[in-house]
């Protein structure tokens, strides 16, 4: 299930884990590509057509929106224990959040120049989120508290509706509770076209952003530079580093929280001193599987990319760690501190044998949309920001430009931009 090995850079288990990318089939952007000209060319008739084709719904019957109605079922339906669940994560997402938001400044010149930075939120996003095999309502939940902390005032979701027009009431719920009322019944790379290039029912929005299958993720790719994205997520990862003292049960149920999303892309990774450490935490992952009814889930992950990785000091796990780039990072080690310092590639680190990776996914505040497949050497999880725009204002009088004018101009004739230069001159 788990393969246990000797720890180098030569290692093709490691190797193997370098080379996982997020892969999309070269059919499934050839029809994404279609249903996008589709619907930007026909609108709401090809956008319904495509719902019907795909997710066998009929929109015309079951109505475009969620109504207040269904909303108002959805309290009555979530539990009691489910609704304070909510409140308490989203209380956590909130408090954290809001520390991101971005300040402006200005800074004054001794020649009168002021330059400014100023923030604001986009106008418009659209939320995807799953929701008929699994209702995701801490991705929902992720998506929408920094939307809402950067004040973006129009806020739409997207779920596929089961084929009797519902959706599911937990996902209701958190949306309800959020205040974001519009939602619409629709999914795919149908639904994804629609926000991206409106039709006749069907707002146009500014960003988009959520998970989705192969079809939402080329679609969202196909349409950057017409809308913003957040990211091509890939599957789910975690590279856990542990000394000798950490415990095997808590490694072990750790990497089977990612191998159970069941795809077989994610990849469970863990790094230890020792072969007997190593047997430990293997046996621990195929007890727990076998007690918990996980084997089949988790199955597919582990013979692909369920490595023990034994090594020789925990320096050479922190630099294969950064190699690697993962997802989620655990550090279960009790001198945290110094592989913390040296760690610089990962999504989310979570210090300590109790911050487990569930922590951070469900309820403590951080946002659990990360970077996957190696991109965190680049990229950052999801924040306020990703839904607010930075720009600058000049002011520049009469002074400054004139004392300036000859350098302006020297660097803009150095490019061969005569009209730049120009327009310097006829200041002068």
């Given at each position: 299930?788990?393969?246990?090995?000797?720890?180098?850079?030569?290692?093709?288990?490691?190797?193997?884990?370098?080379?996982?990318?997020?892969?999309?089939?070269?059919?499934?952007?050839?029809?994404?590509r279609?249903?996008?000209?589709?619907?930007?060319?026909?609108?709401?008739?090809?956008?319904?057509?495509?719902?019907?084709?795909?997710?066998?719904?009929?929109?015309?019957?079951?109505?475009?929106?969620?109504?207040?109605?269904?909303?108002?079922?959805?309290?009555?339906?979530?539990?009691?224990?489910?609704?304070?669940?909510?409140?308490?994560?989203?209380?956590?997402?909130?408090?954290?959040?809001?520390?991101?938001?971005?300040?402006?400044?200005?800074?004054?010149?001794?020649?009168?120049?002021?330059?400014?930075?100023?923030?604001?939120?986009v106008?418009?996003?659209?939320?995807?989120?799953?929701?008929?095999?699994?209702?995701?309502?801490?991705?929902?939940?992720?998506?929408?508290?920094?939307?809402?902390v950067?004040?973006?005032?129009?806020?739409?979701?997207?779920?596929?509706?089961?084929?009797?027009?519902?959706?599911?009431?937990?996902?209701?719920?958190?949306?309800?509770?959020?205040?974001?009322?519009?939602?619409?019944?629709?999914?795919?790379?149908?639904?994804?076209?629609?926000?991206?290039y409106?039709?006749?029912?069907?707002?146009?929005?500014?960003?988009?952003?959520?998970?989705?299958?192969?079809?939402?993720?080329?679609?969202?790719?196909?349409?950057?530079?017409?809308?913003?994205?957040?990211?091509?997520?890939?599957?789910?990862?975690?590279?856990?580093?542990?000394?000798?003292?950490?415990?095997?049960?808590?490694?072990?149920?750790?990497?089977?929280?990612?191998?159970?999303?069941?795809?077989?892309?994610?990849?469970?990774?863990?790094?230890?001193?020792?072969?007997?450490?190593?047997?430990?935490?293997?046996?621990?992952?195929?007890?727990?599987?076998?007690?918990?009814?996980?084997?089949?889930?988790?199955?597919?992950?582990?013979?692909?990319?369920?490595?023990?990785?034994?090594?020789?000091?925990?320096?050479?796990?922190?630099?294969?760690?950064?190699?690697?780039a993962?997802?989620?990072?655990?550090l279960?080690?009790?001198?945290?501190?110094?592989?913390?310092?040296?760690?610089?590639?990962?999504?989310?680190?979570?210090?300590g044998?109790?911050?487990?990776?569930?922590?951070?996914?469900?309820?403590?505040?951080?946002?659990?949309?990360?970077?996957?497949?190696?991109?965190?050497?680049?990229?950052?999880?999801?924040?306020?920001?990703?839904?607010?725009?930075?720009?600058?204002?000049?002011?520049?009088?009469?002074?400054a430009?004139?004392?300036?004018?000859?350098?302006?101009?020297?660097?803009?004739?150095?490019?061969?931009?005569?009209?730049?230069?120009?327009?310097?001159?006829?200041r002068?």
């Amino acid at each position: 299930m788990v393969t246990i090995s000797k720890f180098s850079y030569e290692n093709p288990r490691y190797l193997n884990l370098l080379k996982r990318k997020s892969s999309i089939p070269k059919e499934v952007e050839a029809t994404v590509r279609e249903v996008l000209q589709n619907v930007k060319a026909q609108g709401d008739e090809a956008l319904y057509a495509y719902m019907q084709k795909f997710d066998n719904v009929n929109i015309r019957k079951i109505g475009l929106f969620v109504s207040e109605e269904e909303f108002a079922e959805a309290r009555e339906k979530v539990s009691e224990e489910f609704k304070d669940a909510v409140k308490r994560a989203c209380d956590n997402l909130f408090r954290f959040h809001k520390r991101q938001l971005p300040t402006g400044f200005s800074e004054v010149y001794e020649n009168g120049a002021i330059l400014e930075r100023k923030y604001t939120p986009v106008n418009s996003v659209a939320v995807t989120v799953p929701g008929n095999m699994a209702p995701l309502v801490s991705t929902l939940y992720m998506n929408l508290v920094p939307a809402i902390v950067a004040g973006v005032p129009n806020i739409y979701i997207l779920t596929k509706p089961r084929i009797d027009g519902t959706i599911d009431e937990h996902l209701l719920y958190v949306a309800d509770y959020l205040n974001v009322k519009n939602y619409y019944k629709l999914s795919g790379s149908q639904g994804l076209a629609a926000v991206a290039y409106g039709t006749e029912t069907v707002r146009k929005v500014d960003a988009i952003t959520g998970p989705g299958n192969n079809f939402t993720q080329m679609a969202k790719k196909l349409l950057f530079g017409e809308v913003k994205i957040d990211s091509i997520a890939g599957p789910s990862e975690i590279a856990i580093i542990a000394d000798a003292n950490a415990n095997p049960t808590f490694i072990a149920a750790d990497m089977m929280s990612q191998a159970e999303h069941g795809t077989g892309f994610e990849a469970a990774t863990a790094f230890c001193l020792s072969e007997e450490q190593a047997k430990q935490i293997k046996n621990e992952i195929i007890r727990l599987c076998e007690e918990n009814d996980l084997i089949k889930v988790t199955q597919k992950t582990f013979e692909n990319y369920g490595d023990i990785f034994i090594i020789d000091s925990m320096e050479e796990a922190i630099n294969a760690v950064n190699e690697i780039a993962p997802e989620h990072v655990e550090l279960l080690l009790e001198d945290y501190q110094t592989a913390l310092a040296k760690l610089t590639n990962a999504g989310a680190v979570f210090v300590g044998e109790y911050s487990t990776e569930p922590v951070g996914d469900y309820f403590c505040g951080t946002n659990h949309i990360l970077p996957t497949c190696g991109t965190a050497k680049f990229a950052s999880g999801m924040s306020v920001q990703e839904f607010m725009r930075g720009y600058s204002v000049i002011q520049y009088p009469e002074t400054a430009l004139k004392n300036n004018a000859d350098y302006i101009i020297r660097l803009a004739e150095s490019e061969g931009m005569r009209a730049h230069a120009l327009a310097v001159k006829v200041r002068k």
